[in-house]
T-cell receptor, first 110, second 114 residues
Framework: GQNIDQPTEMTATEGAIVQINCTYQ??????LFWYQQHAGEAPTFLSY????GLEEKGRFSSFLSRSKGYSYLLLKELQMKDSASYLC???????????FGKGTTLSVSS | GAGVSQSPRYKVAKRGQDVALRCDPI?????LFWYQQALGQGPEFLTY????????KSGLPSDRFFAERPEGSVSTLKIQRTQQEDSAVYLC????????????FGPGTRLTVL
C-alpha cells in the first residue's frame, strides 16, 4: 500500500527556521518531491530528492533517507509569505503518478 | 499565457448531471496528469497521459470518470452522473517528458455537486 505521513499543522515566527517531516511507505520509489500550495492556488514545485542527502536551494532545503523512508523540508529565515500548505509526494516506480501526503499547513506570524 | 490553464474555474452541477472539465497544458509538454483534491487533503492521482496515450488510469475512482487527450495536447476529464462525493478541486498538471522532475499545475476546477 501507499502511506505518506506529515504533520497536519505547524506554526512559527518570522525569521525562524522550521522543519517539516515526512515519512513514507510506498510500493515503489522514483523520487521524493516537496510542493508548496497557497490557499486556493495550484501547487508549485519546491524540491526533488532521489538520492540520500541534503539538497539546498536558497532558503529551502530538503533531505532524504531512503532506508528510513524519511524526508524533511527545512525553511530558513521564514517570511509571512511562507504561510502555506507544504505537500510531500513520492513518485511511483513507473513515473506515472505523484502520491501526495495530506499536506502540512504552516502559519508564520510576526 | 505560458502556464497550464483549466476551464471552467468553477462548476456547479446537480447530482446526476454530466460534467466536462478542460485542461490546456503547456505547449509541447508530453506528459499530462489529472488529480482530485478534496478540501483539506493532498491531491490524489487520477490518470496520466503520454501524448495521446493514456498510460495509467489506476486512480480513476469509478467507471463514471473518463479522460481523453485525442491529439496529445488538450485533455478533457468527464464525470458522468455526478454524485456529491465528486465535489472537489480537479487539478491538471503537465511536464516536458515522462520522468521530468517538475510537474506544472494549473489553477484547478472547483466542482460542487448539489
Amino acid at each position: 500500500g501507499q502511506n505518506i505521513d506529515q504533520p497536519t499543522e505547524m506554526t512559527a515566527t518570522e525569521g525562524a527556521i522550521v522543519q517539516i517531516n515526512c515519512t513514507y511507505q510506498t510500493s515503489g520509489f522514483n523520487g521524493l518531491f516537496w510542493y508548496q500550495q497557497h490557499a486556493g492556488e495550484a501547487p508549485t514545485f519546491l524540491s526533488y530528492n532521489v538520492l540520500d542527502g541534503l539538497e539546498e536551494k536558497g532558503r529551502f532545503s530538503s533531505f532524504l533517507s531512503r532506508s528510513k523512508g524519511y524526508s524533511y523540508l527545512l525553511l530558513k529565515e521564514l517570511q509571512m509569505k511562507d504561510s502555506a500548505s507544504y505537500l510531500c509526494a513520492v513518485r511511483n516506480q513507473a513515473g506515472t503518478a505523484l502520491i501526495f501526503g495530506k499536506g502540512t499547513t504552516l502559519s508564520v506570524s510576526s | 499565457g505560458a502556464g497550464v490553464s483549466q476551464s471552467p474555474r468553477y462548476k456547479v452541477a446537480k447530482r446526476g448531471q454530466d460534467v466536462a472539465l478542460r485542461c490546456d497544458p503547456i505547449s509541447g509538454h508530453v506528459s499530462l496528469f489529472w488529480y482530485q483534491q478534496a478540501l483539506g487533503q493532498g491531491p490524489e492521482f487520477l490518470t496520466y497521459f503520454q501524448n495521446e496515450a493514456q498510460l495509467d488510469k489506476s486512480g480513476l475512482p469509478s467507471d463514471r470518470f473518463f479522460a481523453e487527450r485525442p491529439e496529445g495536447s488538450v485533455s478533457t476529464l468527464k464525470i458522468q452522473r455526478t454524485q456529491q462525493e465528486d465535489s472537489a478541486v480537479y487539478l491538471c498538471a503537465s511536464s516536458p517528458r515522462g520522468l521530468a522532475i517538475e510537474q506544472f499545475f494549473g489553477p484547478g476546477t472547483r466542482l460542487t455537486v448539489l
